[in-house]
């Protein structure tokens, strides 16, 4: 099958492969080439044995009934392969032919779909073999060798959430609708992958068709189910009908009941009255929110109190900028910070305010610069209603036109002010007051549910934290947070165990990770440590956490404020040189809080003389 001859674009490869074949007598080749592919508009792909075309279109030629070559004729070709290339890919053979046409040079189609450069083909998730049997076609699923289709993958999974995530993500591919689907719940939607896999043949969905009716059944009872719950709980205008609603509908409306069951018989009845007056609810999620939300309005404590110090804060800006301070704001390397910005995050105030000054940005193209005017930098563009960002400083321009500094995620910079729109936003960061000393309470099988699961190593391990919180009277929420973003949640090396010296070693909030090295001194600290579970890694951290600053004889730094700024002696002994260190922490706590239901919140407010 050598020098094909450039005929008419329009005629497909292998016809023309095939009249070649037939012209030369090239058996050797034409037995190389092993089979052809061709795609339907349905996307479904077909498989026909290179020899048996022939044979159809030899029957076609002179005149006879040629059902198989028709049916290949009436599809789009797709992909041809040999016993030794595998499938490659129609269009990539097309253009390796013209461009041999072009350049006038010898094209051989067995040896290039065979060179190793070919493309390969990738099939649709349905496939079928044809082939004609006693004067009528016959089609068979077929799966490529060495791959997965999504319904391969679907026929295989033996898991919930893997097979929900499997029907989320291959939708599409699939055909499936999932607007009743996105309506459930996660625990509707798991149990709806659940159903899915029981609902499977034992030799697996035969077609997408058939997944297609399963899933559409099983998501209909799931909302049901759902349906049903939320109408008993919607139902229950007494105290102890929600009782016996939310006990009964727990699992199907997702409501946590060991929170619940912790709270003290008024805190309870408290609790009901407040679902009672919530009613009615439109959705699963708005039941559970609710939940939360009430729960959270008995179960969780507030303390606040005020610690004075004896510097100024003008002093103890002054003593920080001593020290180098550094961020990441000005253009995302580590750069000395000036005065304006260490001021306003050493500010107390911008943290626990209500609300602050702020911009939203107007226009498009609005650009940021590294200084007030037109002739400094740009450091970024924003989009019209882009913020509200806080205005942490203000200057003029030579032209009398004022700029704000605005503080965004990840930069800080100038915008002029006829291009914002000024506001307020809300204060954030009080958190980094909270004080680390002393437990707060949480509720072990929370604590597992809702922040382990699914985190690695870290997976139960509520009661590890909890026991060293007690032991050092340490905050657990402070320990968890910490251990999550050492340990990239549970799935660093060294928190999975390391071989150092013939013995296992953890370390799971990295303690003597240093740069050089991390793992290597990472190990060698925790083998000299004795941390040789990952429990024994946990707790023993928490000792060197509580040691070294929260309970340290000397400086006392019990709040992630203190950690960075150590308010009663500014510049010394400080956890970080980042300005921004503290305030970067507060967002994963706070999120983690937000996750109980019951628990204690101590907060130390500094004030500077």
Not at 175 to 187: I, R, V
Not at 282 to 311: L, P
Not at 367 to 387: K, L, Q, W, Y
Request: charged share 20%; net charge negative; aromatic share 12%.
């Amino acid at each position: 099958m050598k020098s094909l001859p450039g005929t008419g674009k329009t005629l497909l490869l292998l016809v023309l492969a095939a009249c070649c074949l037939l012209l030369s007598g090239a058996t050797a080749q034409a037995a190389a080439v092993t089979s052809v592919v061709t795609r339907d508009n349905q996307n479904t792909d077909y498989i026909y044995n290179y020899e048996d075309v022939l044979i159809s279109y030899t029957r076609k030629v002179v005149g006879q009934k040629a059902l198989l070559f028709d049916d290949y004729r009436s599809k789009k070709v797709v992909a041809v392969s040999s016993a030794k290339s595998g499938y490659i890919d129609y269009e990539d053979v097309l253009t390796a032919y013209t461009k041999a046409v072009v350049q006038k040079t010898p094209f051989d189609l067995v040896q290039y779909i065979e060179s190793g450069t070919a493309k390969k083909y990738a099939f649709s998730p349905v496939v079928r073999t044809v082939r004609e049997e006693n004067m009528q076609l016959v089609f068979t699923a077929w799966q490529p060798p060495g791959s997965s289709t999504p319904l391969t993958e679907i026929n295989a999974i033996a898991e919930s959430g893997a097979m929900r995530l499997a029907l989320v993500n291959h939708a599409k591919e699939l055909g499936l609708d999932l607007t009743a689907f996105n309506q459930l719940n996660n625990y509707g939607q798991n149990q709806a992958a659940w159903a899915v896999i029981l609902g499977r043949p034992p030799a697996g969905f035969a077609d997408v068709a058939a997944l297609q009716n399963v899933f559409t059944a099983v998501v209909n009872t799931c909302l049901s189910m759902q349906a049903e719950a939320l109408a008993v709980v919607n139902a229950a205008a007494a105290p102890a009908d929600m009782r016996a609603a939310i006990t009964a509908k727990a699992e199907i409306l997702e409501f946590n009941l060991s929170g619940f069951e912790y709270l003290t018989a008024d805190k309870q009845e408290v609790f009901l009255q407040i679902m009672i007056n919530s009613r009615p609810f439109a959705t699963a999620e708005a039941a559970r929110v609710a939940f939360v939300n009430a729960m959270q309005s008995v179960g969780v404590e507030k303390i606040i109190t005020y610690e004075n110090f004896d510097y100024t804060f003008s002093d103890a800006v002054a003593l920080q900028m001593a020290r180098n301070p550094q961020t990441d704001l000005l253009d995302g390397t580590w750069k000395t910070a000036d005065r304006n910005l260490v001021e306003w995050f050493l500010n107390v105030n911008n943290f626990v305010e209500d609300m602050l000054p702020a911009a939203i940005v107007k226009f498009n193209g609005v650009r940021m610069r590294t200084g007030p005017g037109t002739d400094f930098d740009i450091i970024r563009s924003f989009n019209a209603g882009e913020g509200p960002y806080f205005i942490i400083n203000q200057a003029e321009d030579s032209e009398g036109y004022t700029w704000f500094r605005l503080l965004t995620e990840y930069r800080v910079g100038w915008i002029r002010g006829d291009l914002l729109t000024l506001t307020e936003k809300k204060g954030e960061g009080i958190y980094q007051f909270l004080v680390l000393s002393g437990t707060t309470n949480v509720i072990p099988a929370e604590v597992n549910e809702k922040i382990l699961k699914g985190k690695g190593i870290l997976e139960g391990k509520a009661d590890a934290f909890i026991t060293a919180a007690q032991q050092f009277n340490i905050n657990e929420i402070f320990l968890i947070s910490l251990a999550l973003h050492e340990t990239k949640d549970g799935t660093s090396e060294l928190a999975n165990g390391v071989e150092y010296n013939g013995q296992i070693v953890y370390n799971i909030y990295g303690v003597g990770a240093r740069d050089q090295d991390p793992t290597r001194l990472g190990a060698e600290y925790a083998y000299n440590h004795g941390w040789f579970t990952p429990e024994a890694a946990i707790i023993g951290g928490a000792e060197f956490a509580a040691t070294n600053y929260i309970h340290h004889p000397l400086y006392k730094q019990d709040t992630l404020y203190k950690m960075r700024w150590n308010p009663a002696n500014p510049g010394t002994h400080q956890y970080a040189t980042d300005i921004g260190w503290a305030a970067k922490q507060v967002k994963k706590i706070k999120e983690l809080y937000d996750l109980c239901s019951s628990y204690i919140l101590r907060f130390a407010i500094p004030r500077y003389r």
